[in-house]
């Protein structure tokens, strides 16, 4: 695996390499790195004895949106969305499966219909500022980092720290030379 895509996988997904997240999302620049189609094969295989899949979202020419992300960890954290995403036209009785495919059609088709930003929910961000943010535009938040909080606060600043440690934790160990699977087995 190229030090650049491993680089952006700890940088993006590394809250949920790490268990400690349901998904995470990041964009691939396919000029930077010379070779995605193989890097996304061999990562699909590492991630699927590791419990995490790999799914490729959206994408153009020039760029690719990737969720990496647990099922097991997005199916616990769905129930308590699933009245808001049924509300959104969202097929709740079809399984994860078929709820990221609906994301995935809406991130397709962003353009022109504006960006889904439920896709928030699938991320693992509060019921709250997810639905906070769609109300108020984005504006008149309490705070922000990793999203834009409109509810707990507090909470979320633990988890924004949380994630930081998490990234700062897989960037070290890929700096020090570890494999993905390695830093899998390592937790």
Not at 3 to 31: M, N, Q, R, Y
Not at 59 to 72: E, F, N, Q, S, W
Not at 101 to 119: N, Q, T, V
Request: aromatic residues 10%; proline residues 4%.
């Amino acid at each position: 695996m190229s030090d650049a895509f491993l680089s952006l996988l700890c940088t993006h997904c590394a809250p949920t390499l790490s268990g400690v997240k349901p998904a995470c999302i990041f964009t691939l620049h396919k000029e930077n790195i010379p070779g995605w189609q193989t890097e996304l094969s061999s990562c699909r295989s590492l991630f699927s004895g590791n419990g995490l899949r790999l799914r490729v979202l959206c994408g153009c020419r020039r760029h690719l949106v990737i969720m990496v992300y647990r099922p097991a960890l997005l199916r616990e954290s769905l129930p308590e969305r699933r009245a808001f995403l049924q509300a959104c036209g969202y097929p709740v009785s079809m399984g994860t499966g078929r709820l990221l495919d609906e994301l995935s059609r809406r991130m397709r088709s962003a353009k022109a219909g504006g960006f889904p930003h439920e896709i928030g929910l699938f991320l693992g961000y509060p019921l709250e500022d997810v639905t906070g943010f769609i109300a108020a535009g984005g504006a008149e938040y309490r705070c922000s980092g990793c999203w834009k909080v409109y509810g707990d606060v507090e909470q979320a600043q633990h988890l924004f720290r949380r994630y930081a440690a998490c990234r700062k934790r897989y960037l070290a160990m890929a700096s020090s030379g570890l494999t993905l699977g390695e830093m899998l087995a390592a937790g």
